[in-house]
């Protein structure tokens, strides 16, 4: 079975600090993994993603995650968070190779708060 | 191009009753997916559509049904509705059925009362 565990629920920070959300998962295969953001009342917007290649993915609005295989994590980065920043944030995974699943395995989501 | 549109994004609705919720992809994208979001479960995936065909489904009763028409518009239903699937349901389309990126829509807000 796969799970997908974003460790804070709830990260306020200052604005213009940098922040770190944490994202750790498990399977017994392998996984392509995934960043979404949503704001107020609206759908989810994909932030970056980790299909293969370099661990370091950069995404949009100054995000970018780094993927590490043996500590099963995705950490999410940013090193200069703006209010605009404000949102609830999922962590993803599919599993790879699976016919015809394309469902995505989410996280519970991790409120951030930026402070002015 | 535009984007993922769903239709209604609000409903209110009583127990009991059934509801219908349309989805209609990206234009090209052949795969919809439907997910439910709840501040208790979270975002759960309910089942997946791919040229007209159910690929997947998540574990939900078959209260939850759906389904997709030729042009890729999907529909997912609910009936005898319960006061718990008050929820934001979220429809996702994307290019092929093991694709790696979903582009999701606003949702549709229901309560059920």
């Known amino acids: 079975a796969q799970s997908v565990t974003q460790l804070d629920s709830q990260v306020p920070v200052f604005e213009e600090a940098p922040v770190e959300l944490r994202c750790n998962y498990s399977?017994?295969?392998?996984?392509?993994l995934f960043w979404y953001v949503q704001y107020p009342n609206q759908g989810l917007q994909l932030l970056l993603k980790?299909?293969?290649?370099?661990?370091l993915v950069k995404g949009i609005n100054g995000f970018e995650a780094e993927f590490n295989k043996s500590q099963t994590s995705f950490h999410l980065r940013k090193p200069s968070v703006h209010i605009s920043d404000t949102a609830e944030y999922f962590c993803a995974v599919i599993l790879m190779g699976s016919t015809g699943a394309n469902n995505l395995f989410f996280g519970t989501g991790t409120r951030l708060t930026v402070i002015p | 191009k535009a984007g993922v549109t769903q239709t209604p994004r609000y409903l209110i609705k009583t127990r009991g009753q059934q509801v219908t919720l349309s989805c209609s992809p990206i234009s090209g994208h052949r795969s919809v997916s439907w997910y439910q979001q709840t501040p208790g479960q979270g975002l759960q995936f309910l089942f997946e559509y791919f040229s007209e065909t159910q690929r997947n489904k998540g574990n939900f009763p078959g209260r939850f049904s759906g389904r997709q028409f030729s042009n890729s518009r999907s529909e997912m239903n609910v009936s005898t509705l319960e006061l718990g699937d008050s929820a934001l349901y979220l429809c996702a389309s994307s290019l092929q059925s093991t694709n790696t990126e979903a582009f999701f829509g606003q949702g549709t807000r229901l309560t059920v009362v």
């Open positions: 399977s017994s295969v392998s996984v392509y």
């Open positions: 980790y299909l293969s290649g370099s661990t």
